[in-house]
């Protein structure tokens, strides 16, 4: 696996730059080609990856989230998308569905569920007070053209 291309940002943990990430991605990604249901996986699994570093990782307290996307010659997406807020005590346990340490607050508690599903491969890496990184790697279906 060789990365043909690489782009990174890092932006504020507010809800209004969910969508920018989401776009952003999307946006580099469609060099790639990819098909509309690709598309809209990765843009699903960026958008909840976001979204928990608004909503878990900083509270209530603004703090950076860094997005880094790979384009590897075996036709993969790879997005980390990372925050350095209070981390994840247990991680199996937040992986679980409907699990969410946010009750009362319309969150569903389905965030990584939903990125395992629009992933082929989802790793979480966490410590307690110091962050967490989210890797999603999705396999698209189309050869790069080299350009």
Known sequence: ?????????????????????????????????????????????????????????YKDSIGKISVNVRLTSDNCVIVRIHDSGCGIENIKQAMEPLYTTAPGDDRAGLGFALMQSFSDKLSVRSKPQKGTTVTLTKRLSRRLSNG
């Open 1 to 57: 696996m060789t990365v043909v291309n690489e782009m990174s940002m890092t932006f504020e943990s507010r809800s209004s730059n969910e969508s920018f990430a989401r776009s952003a991605v999307s946006a580099f990604v469609a060099q790639l080609d990819p098909t509309i249901g690709e598309l809209n996986d990765i843009k699903t699994a960026v958008s909840e990856a976001v979204t928990n570093c608004v909503v878990h990782a």
